[in-house]
């Protein structure tokens, strides 16, 4: 299987390809947008601040690149909210690919979550033999608002998007890399897709 991790600057992707080694697979890294095109299911992942992240896109071309990829893209943590149409984290305007927009948590709790947290409301093959209430890995001030496109939710000061679907694009606020037997159950589901 050619799978490959979008390498644009964004952290978080050395533990993403070693969850994929583990399930037997080799997750390369690749900032070639005809790579990208080619390969057979895509990984968008992202740990960092959402306006220079989507800047290093542009630069790259991969902002109009990801958009148009007809093959399985799984976006992670920042990856899946750059994917939102906007985000209030540095009023950064998204890839449109998920109707839905991003917000910060308040001041009311501690910013940011981190650590586990339940996901309910499973919608998705993405969740197959995945039961309700399981623990994934989170850390994030900003979280996508709960929305037709939603395929699990959590709760953390509000019920809000920890995962979203929109045809072939999923998109998980939580680290599946980092959740242990279940987020590895969640990235062997992407590869089944």
Not at 43 to 59: N, Q, R, T, Y
Not at 176 to 189: H, T
């Amino acid at each position: 299987m050619d799978l490959k991790i979008v390498n644009y600057g964004a952290g978080n992707i050395k533990s993403i390809q070693f969850a994929f080694h583990r399930l037997g697979y080799d997750a390369v890294l690749s900032d070639n947008p005809d790579e990208i095109f080619k390969a057979d299911k895509v990984i968008f992942p992202g740990v960092g601040e959402a306006s220079s992240a989507m800047k290093m896109l542009k630069e790259s071309g991969l902002d109009t690149l990801i958009p148009k990829l007809k093959q399985p893209v799984l976006g992670i943590c920042l990856g899946m909210q750059l994917m939102c149409n906007h985000t209030e984290e540095g009023d950064t305007k998204g890839l449109g690919i998920f109707n839905v927009d991003v917000k910060r948590f308040s001041n009311a709790v501690k910013v940011p979550q981190m650590g586990w947290n339940t996901i309910n409301n499973l919608k998705s093959y993405l969740f197959k033999d995945i039961r309700e209430e399981e623990y994934m890995y989170l850390v994030h001030s900003y979280y996508a608002e709960n929305c037709d496109e939603a395929i699990a939710t959590s709760n953390y000061e509000l019920e809000y998007a920890s995962a979203l679907e929109n045809n072939n694009f999923f998109g998980v606020q939580f680290h599946p890399e980092k959740s242990s037997k279940v987020g590895a159950q969640l990235l062997q589901n992407f590869l089944d897709l």
